[in-house]
């Protein structure tokens, strides 16, 4: 069935993390897709970009899990632009893209009974099992309506938006793994908290930077994946940004890439991943598709590389294959099953290689869910920002668990050490205060 194909990495994840390998893909992709979330907001939290921003991230997470959507919102014109998205007004966009996503997922309204609600900002509700989803331009709440105060959705600045939906997402695939728990009585994991309903509060206000116009100059991306497009998502979204992209990525899309691909849809089948990517180029921000894979022959197809890098790449040794082209400025962001890693490099730091010293060897493919790869996204235009704005931030880490954000710490930040068995071979890992091991403990809370 082409829904189990385009659900397959989602499906093993669940399968493995949370059931123990024993139900099957197609118990897992029946039952998300019997799942039904009621996504609720009034007219009040869609009058600002940011409730918009809210409203589409969330809704795209959740669809890409197949999950069925009860969408009870207005008929309302957006108000900057929503890519994927299609359109002048925003139900018809979002049911549109729906309806070009997952083969088989629901998405209208009054579906009868649902699953979960999810209520933004300050909009109200009767139901019992709501969760509010609310936040500030740095900043999130979700939870029970009767502990996260409603806060109606304002201004335009989205990282708090995107933090929201990210966080919001997790509580849908809860009341999915109920559904699944329940129809085929095998027990969930107790490593994971799987009942939707504990609050979620992420502050990231001491990473904000000065609201001004902000010019990245040349940036390439190396990679054209889950987390390329999520980055490339936040980075349309942020007022007076300017940049040159140049995403480098030899591959075409597939459906097994739509569970997580922010920016795609299924009509883009079989499109280069780099060409999909440049076609969100607009205004101020221009993004240059190149086909290509970044190997040793990189100087001669590439030319040199811009002064800030990015990479998302799934593979570790084109971690350490960047890193040995020793750009001015190295951001990587990687995932694991539901745990999500960033950290930034400098030439004369703790590198790439320190972070990442072992490759993961495997030739099955990797199981994914779309809102780690949006939590890896974030953390990854976090950090540009910063770096862009003079913030330094060259040799930290940061980590979090996306499943288990309830937690008294859901995200750590640290600083990296060199490690003494670095493939790159780092002037880092040659120093005395070098470390024998990988990732250090954090040193604060984030």
Known sequence: MIFEHALDRTARLINMDLFAGEVSAKEIIDGLLATTVRLRADAADLSSPNGQT????LFGQIAMMGIGIDLDIPEVPLLIPQPPLRGDELRAALLDYAN?????????SQHGGNDLSLVLGATRTEETHALRVTGTAWSCAVGPTDQVAPRPWEGEWPIGALLAAASAAPEALRAALQRIA????HGLSAEFHTRPGRPVMIDLSHRAIPRKRLDLDHVDIISGGAITNATVYALLRIPQLSAFLRVIEPETLDLTNLNRYALSR???????????????SRGSIKISGKQARFDDSWPALLGSLAPRVLIGADQIPARWEVQRAAPRWLQVSGT?????MASSHHPDGPCAGCAHPVDERGDDPIPTISFVSLWAGILQVVDLLNEASGRANSGDYTMCYPFGLSGARPILHGALNGVANCPVGCQASQSPARSDAGWPHARAGM
Request: glycine content about 8%.
């Open 100 to 108: 070009d996503l997952i083969p088989g997922m629901r998405c209208g």
């Open 266 to 280: 299924r009509s883009d089948k079989e499109q280069p991943k780099a060409t999909i990517l440049e076609g969100y």
């Open 54 to 57: 809210a409203l589409c991230t």
């Open 182 to 185: 329940s129809t085929t009585s």
């Open 336 to 340: 694991s099953h539901f745990f999500t």
